[in-house]
């Protein structure tokens, strides 16, 4: 299914949505409810009122969550969120396990997104109980941020507010991370709250600026204020923009998603394939596929993606490493140079050292991520590869000339030998598309084994900044290869900053 691209087809599902809740769905269950209470009426007892807000999740809120692409019918798999309907978690304020009416993660790492907290259909806005002049002009967000202070709205509201509270601070305390938006609504009005950690978290202001507030119009022929407002609500709930992430653009599209002002980072990348291609006999050998892509982020810390869309394959034959390096290279700076024209600027992409010593720009963006889609697959895989300044994430020759354990035989004569005999074909397992002899190929024993240590909590911070989870290995290219030198790899100079990992080769030194 595809995502819903603009606010202007947001709107219609929405329109269409409501349209369809209040002349279908609502209908037919006000009509059964009625049959089978044996109530023609229609008034249900409290009880069964409370029902219709089931109701209401199930045929107008669902509705309203997909328009805004968080799709509750689709895999996460397959590229879209984590959208968990009855979502447990462990309450600060009860000791005991609540459940979120839906919770909205990360996909890979379930970080908190959005919490959505549903009411039954004929539940109000909150309001004083006393009528005053002196808060004549009080907006809903001024009055909602009065009873979050402690000012008394009724039981019903200050419930709410409590609990929308206790959500916020339980998923904060079990995850290390505020949710980026937190809503309430019953489908007829819709509170936003922009910044939870501002209106939940002891340390916030509660500001009325971050609390948005849609009402449905008074007038029944008119359309309400979340329709009226279509392209604000999008912006706010909309999937992506709630991730801080963009989906993959054209440098052609670059401009209308970004303010060249408002760019303070640029760095070049690859999008991966890792293929293990089958031929006659059974034969299984390592097909790479790369294509340039540029990373471009925002001074708010959201990260963009351009790509050229053009592909070339890493080559089998040693002689024309240096072309396709050359080639991918030129196609990078070309994209650069593209995105540069859109955007009337002048950017240099920074390098991998400066990237990982930026912790927030870094945990927003790992240097070698997996890309899922559907399904996985035991013959193929993607990942983004940031490169930084360099264009590849091989170097064209090792930084440290003349080592020794690139070839197998010479490390078994000194006693450094990894594995019990050479690799000499291009292999998917272990997966190392050189082999030895090759400049691009390792064969130190010590070096395998620490680029295949795991990264686990105890020695997580001994690593440095790393792409890999706990458990996974130390090496950030792992995933794709497993015996490349060190030397000749574009994460080098990250790599041998963490106080766990020594080569055996040390760079010469200026003036030696």
Not at 154 to 173: F, I, K, M, Q
Not at 345 to 360: F, G, I, Q, R
Not at 499 to 508: E, I, K, Q, S, W
Request: with cysteine.
């Amino acid at each position: 299914m595809s995502r819903v691209p603009n606010a202007t087809e947001f709107s219609h599902k929405l329109y269409r949505a409501r349209e369809d809740y209040e002349s279908i769905y609502r209908q037919q269950v006000e009509e059964v409810r009625a049959q089978y209470t044996n109530n023609p009426s229609g008034e249900a007892p409290p009880e069964i009122d409370e029902s219709l807000e089931a109701h209401l999740r199930h045929y107008f809120i669902n509705a309203f969550l997909n328009a805004l692409n968080w799709r509750l019918e689709v895999s996460p798999n397959d590229g879209l969120p984590n959208l968990i309907p009855e979502s447990p978690v462990a309450s600060l304020s009860r000791g005991s396990v609540r459940f979120l009416d839906y919770l909205g993660a990360e996909g890979e790492n379930y970080r908190p997104l959005l919490i959505v907290e549903t009411k039954r259909p004929n539940s109000s806005l909150p309001k004083r109980k006393k009528a005053s002049v002196k808060y004549a002009k009080e907006t809903i967000s001024e009055l909602i941020c009065a009873g979050l202070g402690g000012e008394d709205l009724g039981a019903e509201w200050n419930e709410w507010l409590a609990t929308l509270r206790d959500y916020a601070r339980s998923v904060h305390a079990q995850s290390g991370h505020t949710p980026r938006r937190v809503i309430v609504t019953n489908g007829r009005w819709l509170i936003i709250f922009a910044d939870p950690a501002d209106s939940f978290l002891d340390s916030g202001t509660r500001s009325p600026k971050n609390i948005f507030v849609y009402q449905e119009s008074v007038d029944r022929a008119r359309v309400g204020e979340m329709e009226e407002r279509a392209e604000e609500l999008f912006d706010l709930l909309e999937h992506q923009r709630v991730l801080n992430k963009t989906p993959p653009l054209v440098a052609g599209q670059i401009a209308f998603h970004a303010h060249p002002e408002l760019i303070n980072r640029v760095l070049h990348g690859l999008h991966l394939k890792y293929i293990e291609q089958e031929g006659l006999y059974l034969v299984v050998s390592p097909v790479i596929q790369v294509s340039p892509v540029l990373f471009l982020r925002s001074q708010f810390g959201a990260w963009m993606r351009v790509e050229s869309r053009w592909t070339d394959d890493i080559p089998h034959a040693p002689e024309q490493l240096q072309e396709h390096l050359e080639r991918v290279r030129a196609a990078a700076l070309r994209l650069l140079e593209d995105v540069n024209r859109w955007l009337g600027t002048e950017h240099t992409p920074a390098s991998l050292e400066n990237h990982y010593a930026d912790v927030d720009g870094f945990e927003a963006l790992k240097g070698v991520t997996e890309m899922r889609h559907g399904v996985p697959s035991n013959r193929s895989q993607e990942f983004l590869v940031i490169t930084g300044a360099n264009t590849h994430y091989l170097l064209r020759e090792p930084t440290v000339p003349g080592c020794p354990y690139h070839d197998w035989v010479q490390s078994r004569s000194a006693g450094y030998e990894t594995g019990n005999v050479a690799i000499l074909k291009r292999s998917t397992a272990p997966r190392s598309f050189f082999i030895s002899g090759e400049l691009h190929h390792c064969t130190h024993r010590d070096v395998a084994a620490a680029k295949a240590s795991p990264i686990m909590p105890d020695n997580r911070r001994r690593c440095g900044p790393r792409s890999g989870k706990d458990l996974q290995a130390f090496c950030e290219i792992w995933g794709f290869e497993e015996h490349l030198c060190c030397r000749v790899c574009a994460f080098q100079d990250v790599c041998t900053k963490a106080r766990v990992f020594t080569l055996p080769c040390r760079l010469p030194i200026e003036g030696d």
